[in-house]
């Protein structure tokens, strides 16, 4: 099932923790980083994973802290149990630093008796660092089954405003989705959109994530959810269509031909492709759906 949103909700908070886990959204992230304040940070672990153990629609997530912090070795040591379906690792700058953050897990699975590689790693690239040796994190052979990009701290880290149509960060969100291609991951999870008060500006946002090969976006708000849905949902026209080229491929492979127009539109070999994923990402959430309900 693709991946269309991730809703952020701060770990300590138990009400916002408690609606986001019956919303629509595709996963929750339970945050223990930048939404909880230092003093708070270790209470909020127990108060995660808990959440976590108790019904709800989507795959939970936890954000523990960056790996140069002081709370991030126990950040791991906590959230590491049953009911977690994957932890997000923030500011991740070396395949070195990955790998070491999957030692600890296999290390806590083994003792915890919890099913070896079961929970998902889920790596932020947020800085010029961690964009620069992106080929080196995605194939350090780990876990991770995809990628996040983080457009607020990559700004601050380049030293420039994240502007509203983040012209500043295109580069990086480019070689990331190439990067993750080419290393055999899913597609990667584009940045938060930060202007609450700015829908329109989501909506472009999220259209162009989808546009240049994103699979879904984070959120910081439930009323996000919606548009975010939307931009990475294929149509129902795109859908129609993708059926079309793959029943007309078939008749005209039958009669020996390989090129052939559906709906005025010349297909080939790379547009059966693009349908079949189409098709794929479609099933995909309609099963989801399926599934939560």
């Known amino acids: 099932m693709p991946l269309r949103s991730f809703l952020f909700a701060p770990a300590n908070h138990a009400r916002r923790v408690e609606k986001s886990l019956t919303l629509d959204a595709d996963a929750v992230i339970l945050d223990l980083e930048d939404a909880v304040a230092v003093a708070e940070k270790p209470g909020a672990r127990a108060l995660a994973v808990q959440a976590l153990q108790g019904p709800r629609r989507c795959k939970g997530y936890i954000r523990v802290n960056a790996m140069d912090t002081p709370f991030c070795w126990g950040d791991l040591q906590a959230v590491v149990a049953p009911g977690v379906d994957g932890i997000v690792l923030p500011k991740v700058e070396s395949a070195s630093g990955l790998l070491a953050v999957q030692w600890v897990l296999e290390q806590l699975e083994r003792e915890r008796g919890l099913p070896a590689g079961g929970i998902d790693l889920l790596p932020i690239l947020e800085t010029a660092r961690g964009v620069r040796a992106v080929d080196a994190i995605l194939g350090a052979g780990c876990r991770v089954r995809r990628v996040a990009f983080g457009a607020g701290d990559y700004s601050l880290d380049i030293g420039v405003t994240w502007s509203r149509d983040e012209a500043e960060s295109r580069h990086a969100r480019d070689v990331i989705v190439t990067a993750s291609r080419a290393h055999g991951l899913e597609a990667p999870i584009d940045s938060v959109w930060a202007r609450l008060e700015d829908g329109d500006g989501l909506v472009v946002s999220a259209r162009h994530a989808a546009a240049i090969g994103y699979q879904g976006k984070m959120c910081i708000h439930p009323s996000q959810l919606g548009p975010v849905h939307a931009a990475f949902t294929p149509t129902a026209e795109e859908v129609g269509f993708a059926r079309r080229v793959v029943d007309g491929f078939a008749l005209a492979e039958a009669q020996g031909i390989s090129a052939f127009r559906v709906d005025g539109k010349f297909v080939d070999y790379p547009i059966l ?16 759906a399926a599934g939560a309900s």
């Open 273 to 288: 492709y693009r349908a079949r994923r189409v098709i794929a990402i479609a099933e995909g959430i309609a099963a989801g």
